[in-house]
């Protein structure tokens, strides 16, 4: 493999035949030998694969000839070659799991009632006109937050995408109802849903970072308002948007200050958890 590369992209839009769709996506994808994870649903696509960059070009190509994603926002990162164990592509009510694919609504446009996207500098020039009225929520899971965040963020205690409707329902986050919230996330895919959700509650100032956090670190590195390290959904398992990101992880096992994180089963049960380096190789011997 001559140079990998990683892509990353959602399109919210009514897909009458889902099915379809995936057995479209398997082929294209083995025919130029790419691995990585992609979800159809009746509401869109939500993809990452990863290959040598000829074949993920060609993989591009072929999928925006689909009318339906022509306009899909590809967002590009390096790979390491080995960055997916397979190729998975599936049908799911959802293509974000949130447990509520009944009240999401999805026209040719995107999810319906949604928040306002904000580009990276929009996110900028609002917190300059509004201060410290303006809120950041962090759509992610709690694991993924505490590798990297925006400067003063409300992180939930969600552990999962579906954790996060019951934490809105129990009005846990009702004081935020009447001031400007921004809603993160990695690629903007859970924000779609996310900031939909919030409005039908009663949220009445809801905005979405488009493009994610991966767009805002394209745009501003480590000289804004984020802090920290990327948590990514393959084996690289974090990125960096500079040579001098902060690390704010904390490893679960020694307290060191880290952003590597790895499948360590701790008394809290979770399967992933921050652990450093050391603490790694510890109880890899052990």
């Known amino acids: 493999m001559s140079t990998p590369k990683i892509v990353l992209f959602y399109v919210f839009t009514p897909l009458p035949d889902p099915d379809a769709i995936r057995l479209w996506q398997q082929a294209v994808c083995e ?23 000829g074949r993920v070009k ?6 925006r000839a689909y009318p339906a994603f022509k306009n899909a926002d590809i967002k590009w990162s390096d790979g390491t070659g080995h960055d997916f164990p397979r190729l998975t592509v599936r049908v799911r009510p959802e293509i974000v799991t949130f447990g509520v694919p009944d009240e999401v609504r999805v026209d040719a446009d995107g999810v319906v009632g949604g928040g306002t996207h904000l580009t990276p500098q929009q996110v ?11 809120v950041f929520l962090d759509g992610r899971n709690g694991i993924e937050a505490e590798l990297g965040r925006f400067s003063g963020a409300v992180v ?10 019951p934490i809105l329902d129990s009005g846990a986050l009702d004081h935020l109802k009447d001031r400007p919230v921004i809603t993160y996330c990695t690629g903007g895919v859970r924000c779609e849903v996310l900031s939909s959700l919030m409005r039908a509650r009663g949220f009445r100032d809801v905005y979405q970072l488009d493009g994610g ?56 049960g979770r399967d992933l958890a921050v652990l450093c380096v050391d603490c790694q190789a510890a109880v890899t011997s052990s």
Not at 124 to 134: I, N, P, T
Not at 156 to 165: G, H, K, N, S
Request: charged share 25%; with cysteine.
């Open 213 to 268: 956090i991966v767009r805002y670190g394209e745009e501003f590195g480590d000289d804004g308002l984020w802090e920290g390290s990327l948590y990514v959904f393959d084996d690289r398992m974090t990125v960096d948007f500079s040579d001098h990101a902060a690390v704010i992880g904390t490893c679960t096992r020694c307290g060191a200050s880290t952003n590597a994180v790895a499948n360590y089963p701790d008394e809290l």
């Open 31 to 53: 025919q130029h030998g790419l691995l990585g994870r992609i979800i159809v649903s009746p509401h869109g696509i939500n993809a990452t694969v990863g290959g040598d960059i």
């Open 124 to 134: 900028h020039d609002l917190v300059e006109q509004r201060g410290d009225e303006v």
């Open 58 to 63: 060609r993989y591009v190509k072929a999928t």
């Open 156 to 165: 939930t205690e969600a552990q999962t995408t579906r954790d996060f409707v």
